[in-house]
């Protein structure tokens, strides 16, 4: 159950990353030239170009902000279910040591 809870933690912190700006980067460099003489280093010339990309979905239908919503509510859920399950052993756990004194008691 803690492994369920901790997976869905972080599906909703990916959920929530969907919804921020990526930024990209590239570049390339490259060498060009021609000669009827043939190819040399002398003949070559280099060059680079390098750039970046800023993309952000600013709107997506309300999609995000759904999915986002989903993931906490199951994080949440599964952190209630994780509660539950401890109380519950807790509880069996009091009612076995309980009867074990009565036996030995008697």
């Known amino acids: 159950l803690q492994e369920s ?7 909703s912190r990916v959920q929530r ?6 930024l990209k980067a590239f570049g390339t460099y490259a060498y060009s030239g021609g000669s009827t003489a043939g190819l040399s280093s002398s003949n070559l010339s280099g060059y680079s170009f390098a750039g970046l990309t800023l993309s952000w979905n600013i709107w997506d239908g309300g999609g995000g902000g759904a999915r986002y919503r989903q993931a906490v509510n199951d994080a949440t859920t599964a952190q209630l279910k994780l509660i539950q399950q401890k ?5 069996d756990l009091r009612k076995e040591l309980t009867s074990y004194n009565n036996l030995i008691a008697s």
């Open 87 to 91: 109380k519950k052993l807790s509880l």
């Open 5 to 11: 809870v901790n997976y869905n933690h972080e599906v």
């Open 17 to 22: 990353a969907n919804n921020l700006p990526t």
